[in-house]
Every structure is written in structure tokens, then in C-alpha cells.
């Protein structure tokens, strides 16, 4: 069980806005840690989506964002497309664990 | 453009030591901007991480790991090493070698290239 809780899984039209959520605590999100975003399509490496709570990697589309406050961040996809259907994970700092990713989201898109 | 490439053994006796070597093309190891790290994934599961290490041979290793993994650089070939120690079953997983890079922030660097995986099966 990761420090860092994602729902296991989401869905959506297409079109549609989602987001996926990633809840810590004091020890990593809350203590000021920023978080990175990775999707991972089936049956290939993850890919950074976002870096430092909102940043994009050059290529990656501006329908991905994040966001953080408090003790948890979110990821939100706008205008849902069929080639997003993947897993998702968030990953930070943890005081104890050090590098820790959250256990990983389904977005199915409908 | 940067590439990463495991390999090693797929197939791994229960108790033995699992051994995996990244090689790095396009770029090279020896950059104070970025360290190397080892992440797994068992099959129909989530990502954990492994460890990492920067070209200068400082490493960072998951604490529930720690007492069984070794990670290692060889600049002169632009590899970086993992050997996970008495494995078991639980060990089985795609392994992936990835690149941390420095983004300025206030976290662990995120990973910006990653290898293609190796899936390592723990079996006799």
C-alpha cells in the first residue's frame, strides 16, 4: 500500500474532463513536496506528463494539468481522447521512503 | 536523443542474486544534472522504486530494499548496474532503468527517459 493513494480507477466520455486524484500527508505532499505525473499505456514505459506540481514537458498536450494544495495534488485531462486510456501515477518525496510513486490509476475513456 | 537499454538475465533462481546493467547512448552518464535510478513493476501492478545513483557513485535506495540491492556506475561505459540479492517470487517484475533529471524544485528529480523494461521472473 503506497504512502501516496490514488483511485484505483476513473472514466469518461470522450470530450469530457476528468481528474485523478493523489492524497499523502505531512511527510511528503504535505510537507511542501512537489509531485510528477506519469502516464504509462499498456505494455509500455511510463512517460513524465507533468513535472513540479504543473509544469508540462515540451510535447506533452496542454488538454494535461496539475495541481497541488495541501496534502494532495490532481491531475486533470480536458477533452478526453481514446489514445488516453492509460494508468496514471503521481510521485514525490516521502521523508522516510524517500522516492514514492502513488499506486496507479485506470482512466478508461467510455 | 538520449536511449536507455536493460539488460541481463530473464530468468532468475529463487535465492540468487538478480543482475541488470543499463546502458546509456546519446548522452553521457557523467552529469551533475541528472542521476540514474532503477524502478520495478510486478506484473498487473504498480510502480516502486529501487534506487538511484549519481555518476560520482552516491546511491539513494528504497528502505525496504536497501539491505539487498547494490547499484553501481561505469562512466568509462556509460552504464549503471543493479544486483537485488536473495530473491524470491516477489521479485518478479519488469525492471526499468530511467534517468532522474535536475528541474530546479523542491521534490525527488522526476524521470524524464526511461528503458523499454525487462521482465525478470524469479523461478527454479
Known amino acids: 500500500q503506497s504512502v501516496l493513494t490514488q483511485p484505483p480507477s476513473v472514466s469518461g466520455a470522450p470530450g469530457q474532463r476528468v481528474t485523478i486524484s493523489c492524497t499523502g500527508s505531512?511527510?511528503?505532499?504535505?510537507?511542501?513536496?512537489?509531485v510528477h505525473w506519469y502516464q504509462q499505456l499498456p505494455g509500455t514505459a511510463p512517460k513524465l506528463l507533468i513535472y513540479g506540481n504543473s509544469n508540462r514537458p515540451s510535447g506533452v498536450p496542454d488538454r494535461f494539468s496539475g495541481s497541488k494544495s495541501g496534502t494532495s495534488a490532481s491531475l486533470a485531462i480536458t477533452g478526453l481522447q481514446a489514445e488516453d486510456e492509460a494508468d496514471y501515477y503521481c510521485q514525490s518525496y516521502d521523508s522516510s521512503l524517500r522516492e514514492v510513486f502513488g499506486g496507479g490509476t485506470k482512466l478508461t475513456v467510455l | 536523443q538520449l536511449q536507455l537499454q536493460e539488460s541481463g538475465p530473464g530468468l532468475v533462481k529463487p535465492s540468487e542474486t538478480l543482475s541488470l546493467t543499463c546502458t546509456v547512448s546519446g548522452g553521457s552518464i557523467s552529469s551533475s544534472s541528472y542521476y540514474w535510478g532503477w524502478i520495478r513493476q510486478p506484473p498487473g501492478k504498480g510502480l516502486e522504486w529501487i534506487g538511484s545513483i549519481y555518476y560520482s557513485g552516491s546511491t539513494y535506495y528504497n528502505p525496504s530494499l536497501k539491505s539487498r540491492v547494490t547499484i553501481s556506475v561505469d562512466t568509462s561505459k556509460n552504464q549503471f548496474s543493479l544486483k537485488l540479492s536473495s530473491v524470491t517470487a516477489a521479485d518478479t517484475a519488469v525492471y526499468y532503468c530511467?534517468?532522474?533529471?535536475?528541474?530546479?524544485?523542491?521534490?525527488?528529480?522526476?524521470?524524464?527517459?526511461w528503458g523499454q523494461g525487462t521482465l525478470v521472473t524469479v523461478s527454479s
Open positions: 530511467a534517468r532522474n533529471f535536475d528541474y530546479g524544485g523542491n521534490s525527488v528529480f522526476p524521470l524524464d527517459y
Open positions: 505531512s511527510s511528503n505532499i504535505g510537507a511542501g513536496y512537489d
